[in-house]
């Protein structure tokens, strides 16, 4: 049974390609392009592992990662976070929300599989 | 015998008692202790040098010579204490308030502070004291001189007196008392305890010297009362017949210089220490001089009688009892007339001195320096020693005039030049603190006439000068019989004292009058006019001056209004500690007073520091003079604080830009922060994809070529994406630094609004949007830059395109004539712009979050930008249902900001 990756974020291009290389790698991705209802398709789908944008349309990444960090059922929910803010502030933010990786973009195809990998081990 | 020696001696020793007298009064004054100094009694007994050695001996041979005439020089002045006691009240009231040191002071103080009068008053009792300080020294002389002439019993005696040097020592050490205790210190109300005190106590050793030579001669010689009145009744001066003219003269004369005289003013007013202790003096002062008076007669008679032939009737109080053998009443009467002589010599010293130095030497002084130095310590000691150098100068003046005269004149003639001389004042003094109508024109005009009148008819002709030889007295200068100096008008044949008072008072009078009546006073004058002569009004009650603390306590209250608190105290206490006094206030020495005023002068300048501790001190009102200088400092204190105003408005203002420009730096710092953060996710992102797919074209094997090809598109698409992006923030940038070059060509809209249509059509390969235009109203000519208005079509156009979320997404381009210029709107059919973000749609960056991103945010900043340069404008319309944006293009040449 293949580990369950939930994607959000809203650049198509960039689902596409982090699509691409998960599932190669043998992962079953699923994406999601808006912050607002993020949380909801999360506990909807359950995914073992979360990448989470930080610009994203109508809440963002912070927040959501905040949602899922409060909520008792999703607070060991592994997140890697992107973001194409590429200052120590934002990294920061990111880790104070309570994110397990943060990468900006852009980002080695390389890493962020490692990372993927590295906090989901493989079953 | 007393050897001349002995006497010397004696003389010495009294002096030295004088000294301690004089010295301890002043220290326990000083001490704030001592009270008592300043009771009616020392008062009334200051008053006694009234009686100076001209009553001490010439009462004797005035009443020889003539009778009781000597009477009324004693009747005058009690009339005076006695019934014209309200006016002394007014004087010493006035003198208290106004702080006057002088008779000249008082007279240059009523008349607007002038000058000229001061030196003219103090001219004029120079030269009317002189004589009479000649008088005392010629009359110590003498009686020196009938002492060692008794014991070489030569009757010349008097005739060797005037090239003696005695007179010259007498003169030398008198100068030198009055020295040592009348410039000590300077105080600011010109008192000297210390000097009062050694005058009060020789007006008791001369009244206890004539009192012994009294009892001795009517009990010791005449055999008792009632044998003296018979000697009198059988004496030819009981038949003296009374001359009502020259003794209503001499009353009113002996009236008026009681109350001109310098030194009278001196103790009357100047050392007063108590308004109240007048009314003590008005009844014992003239009892005083009726003791002085009673045994004047009898002394007359009897020495008439037993002493020879041709004997000096001035003398017989010196003579009678040495004639008798009996040397210690001789020796108690010399000392008697030496106090008579010195006490009038001292105070008559002192106050001349305080004029000359006040109205001549220090005006002069300031003028020469220049003012400089006006509050530094120097003018304390220039005072001091001007105040020296008058008093020596003076009292040598006397002893000159004494040398020069020959000293044979009668003692009491002289006394009566020197009265009719000081009484010029009365008129301008009575005058100015009664009549408000006084001037100082009236003044100068009366003392000038009055002056000059007396000099010509009175005191030149006494003192024997060539010029005034026989001929001219007889038949006047020039041959002018008119002119005669005692027959004046040609109303000869009265007494010259007489002639000369009734003349030069009543031109006096009439000089003054008529000045006053035909000028105008100042303001000055004005104010200080109406000061004396209303001064119950103007000056409360009565005060006392308070003892040294209360004064302290009052400087402390008004130092830490000035200072603050701390300091004041502080200061208080330091100076209490440098007296090496117990407590924390300090006594009101001067020197402590002097630093306090320095301390108060550098907060509210130096004339409010002096008028401010003089009020509390000396009890004294503050006068016009002193108002002005506040005034003057009020004033510059005002404009330096108007400047400092004006200044820290600037300051402000200064500081207001700066903030501004501060705020303005921030903001602008906190744009670019968050623009520099904005390009960087806006470049970053397609970077990613690129980036991501490039990776996989270069590691993934085994990719198919739809793959392939798809992924490649994806990165030519992004590197276009970032391409468009950095021309639009470039083309951004250089609108907004104003560099733009505009291309401006002339064109139709129709044509700009097809190209724009095309361009966005082919671009995004979004031909959907169905574009709604009425070509009939597009035909206007136009001139601008046809590429950058395409620009903005274009922007708005696929704007539409991008966030119109219709399912049938129309845009209607609509184009209006405005006259001034023309409206051109685009119109979609889709939700429309939230209100809360139409305020930001044209800036930078702005996007409306929910919706998928196509662009940068740079689209609407950019149109806002072109239309600035073109010179018209780009705005919302809202209620048009969709998005609409209406563009407002310029007809023709308006080109507003064009280059």
């Given at each position: 049974?293949?580990?369950?990756?939930?994607?959000?974020?809203?650049?198509?291009?960039?689902?596409?390609?982090?699509?691409?290389?998960?599932?190669?790698?043998?992962?079953?991705?699923?994406?999601?392009?808006?912050?607002?209802?993020?949380?909801?398709?999360?506990?909807?789908?359950?995914?073992?592992?979360?990448?989470?944008?930080?610009?994203?349309?109508?809440?963002?990444?912070?927040?959501?990662?905040?949602?899922?960090?409060?909520?008792?059922?999703?607070?060991?929910?592994?997140?890697?976070?992107?973001?194409?803010?590429?200052?120590?502030?934002?990294?920061?933010?990111?880790?104070?929300?309570g994110a397990d990786r943060f990468m900006t973009k852009p980002f080695s195809n390389t890493e962020v599989l490692e990372a993927v990998r590295a906090m989901v081990p493989a079953a | 015998m007393i050897s001349f020696n002995g006497l010397v001696a004696i003389c010495l020793a009294y002096v030295v008692l004088l000294f301690a007298v004089a010295f301890t009064a002043d220290r326990l004054a000083r001490l704030g202790r001592g009270r008592w100094l300043r009771s009616p009694l020392v008062?009334?007994?200051?008053?006694?040098?009234?009686?100076?050695?001209?009553?001490?001996?010439?009462?004797?041979?005035?009443?020889?010579?003539?009778?009781?005439?000597?009477?009324?020089?004693?009747?005058?002045?009690?009339?005076?204490?006695?019934?014209?006691?309200?006016?002394?009240?007014?004087?010493?009231?006035?003198?208290?308030?106004?702080?006057?040191?002088?008779?000249?002071?008082?007279?240059?103080?009523?008349?607007?502070?002038?000058?000229?009068?001061?030196?003219?008053?103090?001219?004029?009792?120079?030269?009317?004291?002189?004589?009479?300080?000649?008088?005392?020294?010629?009359?110590?002389?003498?009686?020196?001189?009938?002492?060692?002439?008794?014991?070489?019993?030569?009757?010349?005696?008097?005739?060797?007196?005037?090239?003696?040097?005695?007179?010259f020592w007498v003169a030398l050490g008198l100068a030198l008392f009055t020295v040592i205790f009348g410039t000590r210190n300077l105080d600011a109300n010109e008192r000297h305890h210390g000097v009062v005190m050694a005058i009060a106590l020789e007006a008791v050793v001369k009244l206890f010297a004539l009192m012994t030579v009294g009892i001795f001669v009517v009990w010791g010689l005449s055999g008792g009362v009632p044998e003296t009145l018979a000697r009198i009744e059988a004496s030819?001066?009981?038949?003296?017949?009374?001359?009502?003219?020259?003794?209503?003269?001499?009353?009113?004369?002996?009236?008026?210089?009681?109350?001109?005289?310098?030194?009278?003013?001196?103790?009357?007013?100047?050392?007063?220490?108590?308004?109240?202790?007048?009314?003590?003096?008005?009844?014992?002062?003239?009892?005083?001089?009726?003791?002085?008076?009673?045994?004047?007669?009898?002394?007359?008679?009897?020495?008439?009688?037993?002493?020879?032939?041709?004997?000096?009737?001035?003398?017989?109080?010196?003579?009678?009892?040495?004639?008798?053998?009996?040397?210690?009443?001789?020796?108690?009467?010399?000392?008697?007339?030496?106090?008579?002589?010195?006490?009038?010599?001292?105070?008559?010293?002192?106050?001349?001195?305080?004029?000359?130095?006040?109205?001549?030497?220090?005006?002069?002084?300031?003028?020469?320096?220049?003012?400089?130095?006006?509050?530094?310590?120097?003018?304390?000691?220039?005072?001091?020693?001007?105040?020296?150098?008058?008093?020596?100068?003076?009292?040598?003046?006397?002893?000159?005039?004494?040398?020069?005269?020959?000293?044979?004149?009668?003692?009491?003639?002289?006394?009566?030049?020197?009265?009719?001389?000081?009484?010029?004042?009365?008129?301008?003094?009575?005058?100015?603190?009664?009549?408000?109508?006084?001037?100082?024109?009236?003044?100068?005009?009366?003392?000038?006439?009055?002056?000059?009148?007396?000099?010509?008819?009175?005191?030149?002709?006494?003192?024997?000068?060539?010029?005034?030889?026989?001929?001219?007295?007889?038949?006047?200068?020039?041959?002018?019989?008119?002119?005669?100096?005692?027959?004046?008008?040609?109303?000869?044949?009265?007494?010259?004292?007489?002639?000369?008072?009734?003349?030069?008072?009543?031109?006096?009078?009439?000089?003054?009058?008529?000045?006053?009546?035909?000028?105008?006073?100042?303001?000055?004058?004005?104010?200080?006019?109406?000061?004396?002569?209303?001064?119950?009004?103007?000056?409360?009650?009565?005060?006392?001056?308070?003892?040294?603390?209360?004064?302290?306590?009052?400087?402390?209250?008004?130092?830490?209004?000035?200072?603050?608190?701390?300091?004041?105290?502080?200061?208080?206490?330091?100076?209490?500690?440098?007296?090496?006094?117990?407590?924390?206030?300090?006594?009101?020495?001067?020197?402590?007073?002097?630093?306090?005023?320095?301390?108060?002068?550098?907060?509210?300048?130096?004339?409010?520091?002096?008028?401010?501790?003089?009020?509390?001190?000396?009890?004294?009102?503050?006068?016009?003079?002193?108002?002005?200088?506040?005034?003057?400092?009020?004033?510059?204190?005002?404009?330096?604080?108007?400047?400092?105003?004006?200044?820290?408005?600037?300051?402000?203002?200064?500081?207001?830009?700066?903030?501004?420009?501060?705020?303005?730096?921030?903001?602008?710092?906190?744009?670019?922060?968050?623009?520099?953060?904005?390009?960087?996710?806006?470049?970053?992102?397609?970077?990613?994809?690129?980036?991501?797919?490039?990776?996989?074209?270069?590691?993934?094997?085994?990719?198919?070529?739809?793959?392939?090809?798809?992924?490649?598109?994806?990165?030519?698409?992004?590197?276009?994406?970032?391409?468009?992006?950095?021309?639009?923030?470039?083309?951004?940038?250089?609108?907004?630094?104003?560099?733009?070059?505009?291309?401006?060509?002339?064109?139709?809209?129709?044509?700009?609004?097809?190209?724009?249509?095309?361009?966005?059509?082919?671009?995004?390969?979004?031909?959907?949007?169905?574009?709604?235009?009425?070509?009939?109203?597009?035909?206007?000519?136009?001139?601008?830059?046809?590429?950058?208005?395409?620009?903005?079509?274009?922007?708005?156009?696929?704007?539409?395109?991008?966030?119109?979320?219709?399912?049938?997404?129309?845009?209607?381009?609509?184009?209006?004539?405005?006259?001034?210029?023309?409206?051109?709107?685009?119109?979609?059919?889709?939700?429309?712009?939230?209100?809360?973000?139409?305020?930001?749609?044209?800036?930078?960056?702005?996007?409306?979050?929910?919706?998928?991103?196509?662009?940068?945010?740079?689209?609407?900043?950019?149109?806002?930008?072109?239309?600035?340069?073109?010179?018209?404008?780009?705005?919302?319309?809202?209620?048009?249902?969709?998005?609409?944006?209406?563009?407002?293009?310029?007809?023709?040449?308006?080109?507003?900001?064009?280059?």
């Amino acid at each position: 049974m293949s580990k369950r990756l939930l994607l959000i974020e809203d650049e198509p291009n960039i689902i596409e390609a982090i699509s691409f290389i998960l599932s190669r790698d043998g992962w079953q991705v699923t994406s999601h392009v808006s912050g607002r209802d993020a949380v909801d398709r999360i506990r909807r789908e359950a995914p073992d592992v979360v990448i989470l944008d930080v610009m994203l349309p109508g809440k963002s990444g912070y927040d959501v990662l905040q949602e899922i960090r409060n909520d008792d059922a999703l607070s060991g929910l592994p997140v890697l976070m992107l973001t194409a803010r590429g200052q120590d502030k934002d990294r920061e933010l990111a880790l104070r929300a309570g994110a397990d990786r943060f990468m900006t973009k852009p980002f080695s195809n390389t890493e962020v599989l490692e990372a993927v990998r590295a906090m989901v081990p493989a079953a | 015998m007393i050897s001349f020696n002995g006497l010397v001696a004696i003389c010495l020793a009294y002096v030295v008692l004088l000294f301690a007298v004089a010295f301890t009064a002043d220290r326990l004054a000083r001490l704030g202790r001592g009270r008592w100094l300043r009771s009616p009694l020392v008062y009334t007994l200051s008053l006694s040098i009234y009686a100076t050695a001209w009553t001490f001996y010439g009462a004797v041979g005035s009443a020889v010579r003539s009778g009781l005439e000597f009477v009324a020089i004693y009747l005058g002045p009690s009339i005076v204490m006695f019934g014209w006691w309200w006016l002394l009240r007014k004087l010493v009231r006035i003198g208290r308030s106004q702080r006057i040191t002088s008779v000249a002071d008082l007279i240059s103080s009523r008349f607007g502070k002038s000058n000229l009068l001061a030196v003219l008053v103090t001219l004029l009792s120079v030269v009317a004291a002189t004589p009479y300080i000649a008088l005392q020294l010629q009359s110590v002389t003498v009686s020196f001189e009938v002492f060692g002439a008794s014991t070489t019993a030569g009757a010349g005696a008097e005739a060797r007196a005037s090239n003696s040097p005695t007179a010259f020592w007498v003169a030398l050490g008198l100068a030198l008392f009055t020295v040592i205790f009348g410039t000590r210190n300077l105080d600011a109300n010109e008192r000297h305890h210390g000097v009062v005190m050694a005058i009060a106590l020789e007006a008791v050793v001369k009244l206890f010297a004539l009192m012994t030579v009294g009892i001795f001669v009517v009990w010791g010689l005449s055999g008792g009362v009632p044998e003296t009145l018979a000697r009198i009744e059988a004496s030819e001066l009981g038949q003296w017949q009374i001359d009502g003219g020259r003794w209503a003269g001499l009353i009113f004369l002996s009236g008026a210089a009681f109350l001109c005289l310098p030194r009278m003013f001196q103790v009357l007013v100047v050392e007063a220490a108590d308004e109240d202790h007048l009314r003590t003096a008005s009844w014992a002062f003239p009892a005083y001089l009726l003791a002085m008076s009673v045994f004047v007669m009898p002394i007359a008679v009897v020495g008439l009688d037993l002493l020879p032939e041709g004997s000096n009737p001035d003398l017989f109080v010196l003579t009678l009892p040495l004639s008798q053998g009996a040397e210690g009443v001789a020796v108690l009467s010399f000392l008697g007339g030496f106090s008579s002589a010195t006490s009038m010599v001292i105070v008559a010293a002192i106050a001349l001195s305080t004029m000359v130095s006040n109205h001549i030497v220090m005006p002069l002084w300031l003028r020469l320096t220049g003012g400089r130095a006006s509050i530094s310590g120097d003018v304390r000691n220039v005072v001091l020693t001007a105040r020296r150098v008058s008093i020596v100068s003076i009292v040598l003046l006397g002893y000159v005039y004494y040398s020069v005269s020959g000293g044979g004149a009668a003692l009491a003639a002289i006394g009566i030049i020197s009265f009719v001389g000081v009484v010029q004042v009365l008129p301008s003094m009575i005058g100015g603190i009664f009549w408000r109508g006084a001037t100082r024109t009236g003044a100068i005009a009366g003392l000038v006439t009055g002056s000059v009148i007396w000099l010509y008819t009175f005191f030149l002709p006494s003192i024997g000068l060539p010029i005034f030889s026989e001929t001219l007295m007889a038949e006047g200068p020039a041959g002018l019989s008119w002119l005669r100096p005692q027959a004046l008008f040609g109303i000869g044949g009265i007494d010259p004292m007489l002639h000369a008072l009734l003349w030069s008072l009543s031109l006096n009078s009439l000089a003054f009058f008529g000045g006053s009546v035909l000028s105008f006073p100042s303001p000055v004058e004005r104010l200080q006019g109406a000061q004396f002569v209303n001064i119950f009004q103007h000056s409360g009650g009565p005060r006392s001056w308070a003892s040294g603390v209360a004064q302290t306590e009052d400087l402390l209250i008004m130092a830490q209004r000035i200072l603050g608190p701390q300091e004041a105290i502080a200061l208080f206490a330091r100076e209490a500690r440098a007296q090496g006094g117990r407590g924390d206030l300090p006594e009101p020495r001067p020197d402590f007073l002097e630093t306090l005023e320095r301390e108060l002068a550098g907060s509210v300048g130096a004339a409010t520091a002096h008028a401010m501790i003089g009020q509390i001190v000396g009890g004294t009102s503050v006068s016009v003079q002193d108002l002005m200088a506040v005034a003057d400092e009020s004033a510059q204190l005002m404009e330096y604080s108007a400047r400092l105003e004006t200044q820290s408005a600037e300051l402000s203002r200064t500081a207001r830009q700066l903030r501004e420009a501060n705020d303005k730096l921030t903001r602008l710092s906190v744009q670019k922060d968050s623009f520099l953060s904005q390009i960087s996710h806006e470049l970053r992102t397609p970077m990613a994809s690129i980036r991501a797919f490039s990776e996989i074209l270069r590691d993934s094997g085994g990719l198919s070529e739809a793959e392939q090809s798809k992924f490649a598109s994806i990165i030519h698409d992004e590197a276009i994406r970032l391409t468009r992006l950095l021309d639009d923030i470039l083309d951004l940038s250089v609108m907004e630094n104003g560099r733009v070059h505009l291309n401006l060509r002339e064109g139709r809209l129709s044509e700009v609004l097809d190209r724009a249509v095309a361009s966005a059509a082919a671009g995004e390969g979004k031909g959907a949007m169905e574009i709604r235009r009425n070509r009939a109203t597009e035909d206007h000519a136009i001139t601008t830059d046809l590429d950058r208005l395409a620009q903005v079509f274009i922007n708005l156009i696929s704007n539409a395109q991008k966030y119109c979320e219709a399912a049938r997404p129309r845009l209607t381009i609509r184009v209006q004539d405005l006259g001034e210029s023309l409206a051109i709107d685009f119109i979609d059919n889709g939700h429309g712009i939230p209100r809360e973000a139409r305020d930001v749609i044209f800036e930078k960056f702005s996007r409306i979050s929910d919706q998928k991103a196509g662009g940068a945010g740079l689209g609407l900043a950019i149109c806002r930008q072109v239309l600035e340069r073109l010179g018209g404008t780009i705005a919302y319309m809202p209620g048009e249902g969709g998005a609409a944006f209406r563009v407002m293009l310029p007809r023709g040449a308006a080109l507003a900001a064009a280059e």
